[in-house]
């Protein structure tokens, strides 16, 4: 296995528009794993210095719980996308919508429904491979179907990556557990709006 | 024409249309204060930095321009935190130009540096660190045009050394106007007219209600609004009530004023908003210093909600009808909508409303005991006879603590702009600094500034300040010889164990204390005294004046609503109960 092609991509994109299309919201959202109280914004924000900071800042002073965080430059250099996921028991949606809206840095704001969304999340983590040949086969199983890649190995171990969904990444990990993680990363979840049909 | 960063930074404040700069300079802002010799703005040199920030609000509350301070870097900065707080929480129009080390030695800690921008960035409305000279003009610019539209608030400006001193190649700029085109803000865009069609739903909610009240915030003034709130208010016949932040925002002597609510609010106030059917809210925020317990605040109320910004709207108390936009203009639109209904002919019968609004008045008026003979002055008769000697448009600044209640209880607010104080941030020692801004921004006004002992013992050095700088303002000091709102509190919840609240009536000698700093000093101890002394007071106009009132020291402020009870469960003073 290597590095992902762009028809793979494009399986993987396909695979979440029909997950979302065929079930109600709600559906879709539990089925994703969602708590509802887990909304996600993606913000454009002026690549200056300290932004972040003043992001992260109000995050604090208003007391508002952020469940991840994701930044990176945009295609204009100009800019930089923020998009990270709120925990709206702490803080009604709408005040952290207003509140960031002030930040004069602060370009766009957008609330992305998790139904109407497409949400990735990317994930390295070393498993222990120094199993029976059974397990082997059932790991080499797991990474097929959860359609990871393995980066590199060695005598005892590999390096896996997986980009998806959120909630296949936890089951991903889930999974994992029972070969042993040895160190495992996750970035965040980024999120851009479905197109419209 | 080729200049240096920091003649640039002058000449970047001219253009602005500054007349006056409060601060005080150090290291890292030498070469700023250098060009200021040739410079027609005018620097006051104060005694603290917090003096400046206090200073600069007072002459932007009182004159509507925004206020400019200027310090140096690390210890310059932090002594004006206090003041840039201030302004956030009020929402003051400042611009704050700080000194900074060298931009190739930020992050090494070098001599006075501090992390300015990091310490001030979540009290102000934006700020700035200025990393090449060819930036000055314009960032500057859109400090100001920040500072002063939308909502207004502080932004801080921090220039590092380099890009200002002649002796650094980085200081070498070109100079250009500064102009609206050049500002580089895509995420600033603040709106000001509100959504024609929620301001007609806001007019038949109006029109509709049986119990309206008018609550009125300090965004009223900060819209220049006071001329629309009142037409508003005569033409649907509505009772209004002015916040801490809002007092002369409408007169207080018009029949329709119901006057201050509030934790100290007067009963007539407080109990129409809880009886009340319909809020309209109108650049107020609902602190909890008006609101009480917020669960148990006009429960049956539907609100309209006016603010400019948006994070108001649903913050505390969800709005029925929540329209954003500049107070003055939304008001304008409203009074029109409502005229187009029908104006005060289409109004619900509110008869009842008024007769039982005035039974309050008649009930619960706000009253004091006059003192026995051989007793100390009753503070609230200290301010109807400084009331009642001055002139009607007099400014007044006050400290934090009972004499600020007193004094926006038992003054007579009947002009905008009249009443400087810190509302939402609270500052001990704001009114002395606040009282010379708006004297110097006033210069034609009588200012008396109204101050606690506590208080004044905080910023009180200022008043050097106001004596070599020819800045006559007055100081009227209540002096109960306590942390009085501290000591009411431990009297009525702390089961009167007084806890490090007691000052003293004599030490320090405020007459002799004043008099060292330049000013002329009055004491006056007993009621026949006051008169004279405000009178002798008043005469004074070359150099600043305190007169020292020794008040009782056990004196409470009523009404108050306890904090973390509902607004119904007011205490009125203890003679109408
Ligand atoms: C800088 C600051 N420190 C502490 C407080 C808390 N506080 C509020 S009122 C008050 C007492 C003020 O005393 P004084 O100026 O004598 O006014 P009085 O209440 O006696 O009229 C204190 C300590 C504050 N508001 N500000
Ligand atoms: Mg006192």
Not at chain 2, 93 to 119: H, K, M, N, R, S
Not at chain 2, 400 to 412: E, F, I, L, N, T
Request: with cysteine; net charge negative; aromatic share 6%.
């Amino acid at each position: 296995m290597t590095e992902p092609t762009n028809a793979e991509d494009a399986a993987e994109s396909e695979t979440a528009v029909s997950d979302a299309t065929e079930r109600t919201p709600d559906e879709a959202a539990a089925a994703a794993g969602e708590f509802v109280q887990f909304r996600t914004v993606v913000t454009t924000v002026e690549n200056k210095p300290g932004v972040l900071a003043r992001v992260a800042g109000l995050f604090s002073r208003r007391g508002f719980n952020i469940e991840s965080l994701a930044v990176a430059p945009t295609a204009d250099e100009r800019f930089s996308r923020i998009t990270f996921t709120v925990d709206v028991a702490s803080a009604p949606l709408e005040q952290v919508v207003k509140q960031l809206d002030k930040l004069i840095n602060v370009v766009e704001i957008r609330e992305l429904s998790p139904v109407e969304s497409v949400e990735r999340e990317l994930m390295l983590v070393t498993v222990k491979s120094a199993v029976s040949n059974d397990r082997r086969h059932e790991l080499l199983d797991l990474i097929d179907d959860f359609r990871a890649y393995v980066l590199d190995q060695s005598q005892t171990r590999m390096l896996l990556s997986l980009s998806a969904r959120p909630a296949r990444l936890d089951e991903f990990e889930q999974r994992l557990r029972t070969f042993g993680i040895v160190e495992l990363q996750r970035t965040g979840r980024v999120a851009l709006p479905m197109l419209s049909q | 024409m080729d200049i240096n960063g920091g003649q640039a930074l002058v000449k970047a404040l001219e253009c602005e249309g500054v007349e006056v700069v409060f601060g005080l300079p150090g290291g890292a802002i030498l070469p700023v204060y250098d060009p200021i010799i040739e410079s027609p703005i005018r620097h006051i040199l104060v005694r603290h930095e917090q003096g400046a920030g206090h200073m600069a609000e007072g002459y932007a509350h009182a004159t509507g321009r925004p206020g400019v301070m200027m310090i140096t870097s690390g210890p310059g900065a932090t002594n004006g935190v206090t003041p840039l707080c201030d302004a956030y929480m009020d929402s003051v129009p400042l611009v704050c130009i700080t000194g900074q080390v060298p931009y190739p030695a930020i992050g090494t800690d070098a001599f006075q540096e501090c992390d300015t921008t990091g310490i001030t960035m979540s009290v102000t409305k934006h700020n700035f660190l200025v990393t090449e000279a060819q930036d000055i003009p314009r960032v500057i610019h859109e400090a100001f045009h920040i500072a002063t539209t939308g909502r207004p608030g502080p932004v801080l400006v921090d220039v590092p050394k380099d890009i200002v001193d002649p002796n650094s190649p980085r200081s070498a700029m070109t100079w250009y106007e500064p102009s609206d085109d050049i500002m580089e803000l895509p995420g600033y865009n603040p709106v000001t007219a509100g959504d024609p069609e929620l301001v007609h739903a806001a007019a038949r909610l109006i029109c509709s209600a049986e119990r309206p009240v008018i609550y009125v915030g300090g965004g009223i003034l900060k819209a220049r609004a006071a001329h629309e709130l009142r037409a508003l208010a005569e033409l649907i016949d509505v009772p209004v009530v002015t916040t801490l932040m809002a007092r002369g925002a409408f007169p207080d002597s018009h029949e329709l004023c119901l006057g201050m609510p509030g934790m100290h609010g007067n009963y007539t106030a407080v109990t129409a908003m809880q009886h009340s059917d319909l809020l309209i809210a109108l650049g107020a925020r609902f602190d909890d210093r008006v609101t009480g317990r917020l669960d148990g605040f006009a429960p049956d109320a539907k609100v309209i909600h006016v603010d400019i910004d948006a994070a108001e709207l649903g913050k505390v108390r969800r709005p029925d009808v929540a329209i954003r936009g500049d107070c003055r203009l939304v008001i304008a639109a409203l009074s029109e909508a409502l005229g187009d209904c029908g104006g005060r002919a289409a109004q619900a019968d509110r008869r009842a409303w008024r007769s039982q609004i005035s039974g309050w008045q008649e009930r619960y008026p706000l009253v004091y005991e006059q003192s026995q003979p051989g007793e100390r002055l009753k503070p609230q008769y200290v301010l109807e006879v400084l009331r009642d000697s001055t002139p009607d448009d007099t400014i007044v600044t006050s400290g934090v603590g009972q004499h600020q209640m007193w004094a926006s209880q038992y003054w007579r607010f009947d002009h905008p702009y009249t009443w400087i104080n810190s509302g939402g941030l609270g500052t001990m020692g704001f009114s002395v600094p606040a009282a010379i801004g708006a004297k110097v921004g006033m210069p034609d006004r009588t200012v008396w500034a109204v101050d606690g002992d506590g208080c004044f013992q905080m910023t009180a050095q200022e008043l050097v300040t106001a004596a070599t700088g020819r800045i006559p303002v007055k100081v009227a000091l209540f002096n109960n010889a306590y942390l009085g709102m501290v000591r009411q509190w431990q009297e009525m919840f702390y089961d009167e164990r007084y806890s490090e609240v007691y000052l003293s009536y004599e030490v320090p000698d405020y007459v002799k204390w004043a008099e060292a700093m330049g000013c002329a000093a009055l004491r006056a101890e007993a009621p026949e005294e006051v008169a004279p002394a405000i009178n002798e007071a008043n005469e004074i106009n070359d150099r600043p004046v305190v007169v020292e009132f020794r008040c009782e020291r056990a004196e409470n402020v009523y009404p108050m609503v306890p904090a973390g009870l509902s607004n119904s469960d007011i205490l009125v003073d203890p003679s109408l109960r």
